[in-house]
C-alpha cells in the first residue's frame, strides 16, 4: 500500500535528483538503442561527407577570385574570374564581353 509518508520521501527523492539522473533513470532501456542509431547515423554522415565527389566545390584562387580554366577554344570570361598568364585575350567592345584561350 503507498501511504502519504512513502509520497513525500519519493517527492523528496525527485526534488533532490538532478534532471540529468532523472533523464538517464527514465531512459535506460531506450538509452542504449537512441545512442546506437545517433553513433549510425553519424558515421554515415561522415562517410558522406568524406567520400561525396567534389563537383559542387568552386575552386578559388588565393586572392579571392574564382579560377578560370582555359582550353583551345575562345571562352567567355566572366566577372569574378582571375585568368592564368599566358593566355590569348580578345574582348567585344560591342557586347562588353572578353574572350581567353590557350
Request: charge should be neutral; glycine fraction near 8%.
Amino acid at each position: 500500500p503507498v501511504t502519504s509518508a512513502s509520497r513525500k520521501r519519493v517527492r523528496s527523492r525527485l526534488m533532490s535528483m538532478s534532471v540529468l539522473e532523472l533523464w538517464s533513470r527514465s531512459t535506460e532501456g531506450r538509452g542504449r538503442a537512441a545512442l546506437a542509431l545517433t553513433a549510425v547515423t553519424f558515421c554515415g554522415v561522415l562517410l558522406w561527407y568524406l567520400f561525396r565527389e567534389g563537383e559542387d566545390e568552386v575552386p578559388t584562387s588565393t586572392n579571392g577570385y574564382l579560377d578560370f580554366t582555359p582550353t583551345e577554344d575562345w571562352q567567355e570570361v566572366l566577372p569574378g574570374y582571375a585568368c592564368p598568364p599566358g593566355l590569348e585575350y580578345r574582348m567585344d567592345m560591342s557586347e562588353g564581353r572578353s574572350y581567353a584561350r590557350l
